[in-house]
């Protein structure tokens, strides 16, 4: 399977409110029912197209488009009918947007496209990515480390601190105590303000320096507990007898997480990251890359860490484009048949909802 970048669009559709609706208006008076004479409006009819001066030849055009068809609708195994013989150019678009529509699957955005390639047949591409309940995905280490300060919750803990060593090494997620971490480089951005007085109001100073010094010290202790942790999450899981529904909330997180290192022994979050449209112009200034977007923080409810989600949000808002799971298919031949080669991320970027829902 051929693979190649993009970046997504975003759309925002709206629609009217549930429950309400328009004024019901006069009743209408009784009539006897006439000839339908606008009943072609219940028809549809193919729009009338003006063909452009630089429109490809038929002969150009329609061998490779119908032999990539034919490619896609046995990748997806989706029916098409035979537009073949229709007059061009209608017939590729009837079959275009037939295709479209059969290869729609509900969570997931997939765009079609027709390619030109450089010395090749033109084909046709699918772009498929799929539509995240949130945002971003900050990870909170806190909770876990307070959690680790009462002696009753320690198994708990040791289960917690296991699911994030998975997240973090093995799904690659990246850890803010890491200098070369996204996060930590807006840490020590806060840390600077924090200490310089530059964001402070009155009386918050003493508040933010404790929550940093918190945030250093829960993150190198469970980053040093995750060590431990990494390779003891199925003992862990045989061995925790739950007692709480908190208890029983975190054994479904730890089971989930085990399940997905088993089905997926080779799985990484960033594997199908859509790269950079321009590599010239690659940095952070231009696209909100994943590893921004999803990582390990101290908290995001206290004083410090709201004032890092603020700041995060501001840099964001200065980008052009968004980094994100996506696979791109080119049907210049005939492919396996489909499979869900993005399950990986979204089953890891529902285990962080879940996750962070818990803590």
């Given at each position: 399977m051929e693979t190649a970048s993009a970046n997504r669009n975003c759309n925002q559709r709206y629609g009217q409110a549930a429950g309400c609706a328009g004024s019901p208006g006069p009743?209408?008076?009784?009539?006897?029912?006439?000839?339908?004479a606008d009943g072609f409006l219940n028809h549809c009819f193919v729009p009338k197209y003006e063909q452009?001066?630089?429109?490809?030849?038929?002969?150009?055009?329609?061998?490779?488009?119908?032999?990539?068809?034919?490619?896609l609708r046995k990748h997806y195994g989706v029916p098409v009918t035979n537009h073949r013989q229709q007059p061009y150019p209608y017939n590729i678009l009837l079959a275009m947007q037939e295709i479209a529509n059969a290869i729609r699957q509900s969570g997931r955005e997939r765009q079609l496209f027709i390619i030109a390639q450089d010395n090749g047949p033109l084909c046709l591409t699918v772009?498929?990515?799929f539509q995240r309940d949130y945002?971003?995905?900050?990870?909170?280490?806190?909770?876990?480390?307070?959690?680790?300060?009462?002696?009753?919750?320690?198994?708990?803990?040791e289960l917690l601190t296991a699911v994030c060593a998975y997240l973090h090494?093995?799904?690659?997620?990246?850890?803010?105590r890491d200098s070369s971490s996204y996060m930590h480089y807006n840490y020590e951005i806060l840390q600077e303000w924090a200490e310089e007085g530059e964001a402070c109001e009155s009386g918050s100073y003493t508040a933010q320096m404790e929550d940093y010094g918190l945030a250093v010290t829960a993150g190198d202790f469970m980053q040093e507990k995750m060590q431990e942790a990494r390779q003891r999450l199925p003992e862990l899981i045989a061995a925790f007898q739950p007692q709480t529904s908190f208890d029983v909330s975190v054994m479904k997180v730890a089971q989930a997480t085990l399940r997905l290192e088993q089905q997926f022994p080779e799985g990484n979050l960033f594997a199908h990251a859509s790269e950079p449209e321009d590599d010239e112009d690659y940095g952070y200034n231009n696209e909100i890359y994943m590893h921004e977007y999803i990582g390990f923080v101290a908290s995001t409810t206290d004083a410090l860490g709201q004032m890092l989600v603020e700041m995060v949000?501001?840099?964001f808002n200065e980008r052009s484009a968004e980094q994100e799971p996506q696979l791109i298919t080119h049907f210049t031949q005939r492919q396996a048949p489909y499979r869900d080669e993005l399950a990986y991320e979204r089953a890891v970027f529902s285990l962080i909802d879940d996750l962070c829902t818990l803590l």
């Open positions: 009743s209408a008076a009784l009539r006897t029912p006439a000839p339908a452009a001066a630089g429109l490809p030849k038929r002969a150009a055009v329609e061998g490779d488009f119908f032999r990539s068809l034919a490619h772009r498929e990515h945002f971003a995905y900050y990870i909170p280490v806190v909770p876990i480390y307070q959690i680790w300060q009462q002696p009753e919750q320690q198994a708990s803990a090494t093995g799904a690659g997620i990246s850890y803010y949000e501001n840099d």
